[in-house]
Each structure stands twice: as structure tokens, then as C-alpha cells.
């Protein structure tokens, strides 16, 4: 008798003891969730679940985007087949101005028909840019079609087959009228940040000078106060652009010395940033730092606080400032907002070189350096 009070004894004794180790481990592992979605990377995760679950429902220029960012950053092989629709996206575009598109009369027919796609819209920038752009047509077939397609060939280590022809077209225009004007500054900061940088990766013209010149006296500090949140916006994505364009799309590190400037106004205004730009231009400010080795600036914490606010939980992504939650036209803000909450390294990636199976079967048109 006395034995089996004994053996109950142990029996109930132990049972406590195994509810309350599984007490512990249920609390500990409510604790590490608790802990894990605290975390930048855990939110970034939510991003990327929703657009990789959804990747190839994007269209090709959107995937490609989406793609080459993440394959710079991880050197993940899942992303190469999205790097190579991108691929055939700029090959088709580059026959299409070798074949089409590439006398005098029909670069500006192309380049008209592209300028009334600006005529029915009401925004502020789209007016400006029409209003602005129609003095120099050309622009939207140069700058936004052809440059950007030439210059992503040549990261990849490629080039058209009728390359001569293209710089040809490139080299009848001098783009100093184009990056020097301040209404084309006020319509296309960003654009032109990326092109004249695009322009001298391909050994073609070196106007970087000239138009940091000119962007400055544009959008002198003093005068911010005047600036309408359209162009403050644009002020800021010119800037975010120069660095981006010089690391070649996080490709390689730029050092904070180069553009003191910048940097010293992003630290000095972080705090009107936050209250008045869109959440892409937010995430490209944080991202700036990263790519200057300054992942401890206070400038990155307080991006990435107020990015991870921004996502909304039950669609898993950043939405547009109207609330919409469409994947193609968020993916632009979603990318950098991945970017920035678990930054990985800047990588010189993908090229034929060093990823010759993404290049096995060129498209049409494209061949090796």
C-alpha cells in the first residue's frame, strides 16, 4: 500500500514536471516568434513571401526588376530564370531600335507617339514632364528606351550584335542640353541621375559633372521650403539615383566622401523625409547608407522602423499611398523595402564571365562583349 501511494506520488510529481517543461518550451517558443517578428528580416520575409509566391504572374520589365535586385544581393540560382526574361526583354527592345527605329524621322515619330501617352493624365509630374519634354522629344526614345536597355546589356558582359549602329544614334545628340536644363531636372531627376552614369559605363559621353552641377543649383537646400511634396520627392529620388547609378545597382560600394553632400542632407532632414516621401523614396534613403557601409547610421534605423510600420500584415506588402495593393505597382516600392530591412552585400552579378548558365542560349540579337 504504502508502495503504490509512493508510486502515484512519482507518477503525479513527474506529470508536473512534463507539463511544465512543455509550459517552458510553449513559452519559449511563443517568446523566439515574439522575438523573430520584431526583427527587419522577419518582415522582409513577409514581402518576399508574398512576391516570389507571385513572381512570374509580374510582367517581364516588373519580374526582371524584382529579380536582378535579389540576385545581387543573395547570388540565390532561383532568381536566374527571371534574369533571363529581363534578358530577352532588353534584347527585343535593342532589334526593335536597330531594325525600326534609328533614323532622324523615326526617332521622332516613336518619340512623339510616346509623348502623347503624357496628354490625358492630370498628376503633377506627368504635366511637367509633358510640358517639358516636348521641346525635346528625342529624350523619351534616347534616354528612356535606348540608353537604359544598352547599358543593361553591357552588365551583363553582352552587347547588341549592331552595336556601332546604336552608339552612332547615341553620338548624333549631346546630352549636356538634355542634363543641364532645369525643367528637364524638375521632370526627370532620377532618370537622369541613371543616365548620365549609363552614358559613361558605355564609354560614350561623361556629363556627371555637368548635371550634379546644374541638380544642385536646381534644388538649392535654402529653397525647400518653396518645394511642392511632388518636387521635394523629385529632389530627393535624383539624389538617391546618384548613388544608385554610380554603385551601378548595388553592384559596388560608394563611399560617403564622394557625396558628402547627400549624405549630409539626408542625416540633417531625415526627419521631414519621413513625414513627407513616398515609402520608395524612404526605403532608397535608408538603402543609401547601406551601400556606404553605414549600416549603424541612426538615418537607417529610423527608414527601417518606418517601413516595417508601413506593411500591411494581412496583404503582406507595402501599399501605394491610395491604399492599393496591386503587385505590379507596388513592386517598385516592395523590392527596396526588402532591400533594406535584410540587406545581404553588394555583388557585381550576373555575367557571362561569372554566370555563364544564365547566358547559355542568348536571345536574338545579344552577343559577348
Excluded at 319 to 340: C, K, Q, W
Aim: glycine share 4%.
Amino acid at each position: 500500500m504504502l508502495l503504490r501511494k509512493k508510486y502515484i506520488a512519482f507518477s503525479i510529481g513527474a506529470s508536473l514536471l512534463l507539463l511544465s517543461a512543455l509550459s517552458n518550451c510553449t513559452e519559449t517558443k511563443q517568446l523566439q516568434t515574439q522575438q523573430e517578428e520584431k526583427s527587419y528580416q522577419y518582415f522582409a520575409d513577409v514581402i518576399r513571401d508574398t512576391y516570389e509566391s507571385q513572381l512570374y504572374t509580374l510582367p517581364a520589365f516588373k519580374e526582371g526588376h524584382y529579380a536582378l535586385r535579389m540576385y545581387r544581393q543573395t547570388s540565390n540560382e532561383k532568381y536566374q530564370a527571371a534574369i533571363w526574361s529581363d534578358l530577352s526583354r532588353v534584347a527585343s527592345r535593342l532589334n526593335r531600335y536597330a531594325e525600326e527605329i534609328h533614323t532622324p524621322e523615326q526617332i521622332y515619330m516613336h518619340s512623339q507617339k510616346k509623348l502623347t501617352g503624357y496628354l490625358d493624365e492630370t498628376d503633377e509630374r506627368s504635366k511637367l514632364r509633358y510640358t517639358v519634354t516636348k521641346h525635346n522629344p528625342e529624350y523619351l526614345y534616347l534616354g528612356v528606351g535606348l540608353l537604359g536597355s544598352m547599358a543593361r546589356a553591357d552588365e551583363y558582359g553582352l552587347k547588341h550584335k549592331q552595336d556601332a549602329k546604336l552608339r552612332e544614334i547615341i553620338r548624333r545628340y549631346d546630352f549636356t542640353k538634355y542634363v543641364t536644363d532645369q525643367g528637364m531636372i524638375k521632370a526627370w531627376a532620377a532618370q537622369l541621375a541613371n543616365q548620365v552614369y549609363w552614358l559613361k559605363q558605355l564609354g560614350e559621353q561623361d556629363v556627371v559633372a555637368p548635371f550634379i552641377e546644374a541638380f544642385r543649383n536646381t534644388y538649392p537646400d535654402s529653397e525647400d521650403e518653396h518645394l511642392t511634396n511632388q518636387q521635394f520627392g523629385n529632389k530627393l529620388y535624383g539624389m538617391t539615383h546618384i548613388i544608385f547609378a554610380d554603385s551601378q545597382y548595388y553592384q559596388h560600394a560608394v563611399p560617403e566622401a564622394e557625396y558628402q553632400w547627400i549624405y549630409d542632407y539626408f542625416r540633417n532632414n531625415i526627419d521631414t523625409i519621413l513625414l513627407k516621401a513616398k515609402e520608395d523614396i524612404i526605403a532608397e534613403v535608408g538603402i543609401s547608407f547601406l551601400l556606404a557601409g553605414l549600416n549603424n547610421d541612426p538615418v537607417v534605423e529610423k527608414t527601417r522602423q518606418h517601413i516595417r510600420d508601413a506593411i500591411n500584415r494581412d496583404q503582406g506588402m507595402i501599399p501605394s499611398t491610395s491604399g492599393d495593393f496591386d503587385l505590379s505597382y507596388g513592386e517598385h516600392r516592395n523590392v527596396l523595402a526588402i532591400m533594406l530591412l535584410d540587406w545581404q552585400q553588394v555583388n557585381a552579378i550576373p555575367t557571362i564571365e561569372k554566370q555563364p548558365q544564365i547566358f547559355a542560349s542568348l536571345p536574338y540579337g545579344l552577343v559577348s562583349k
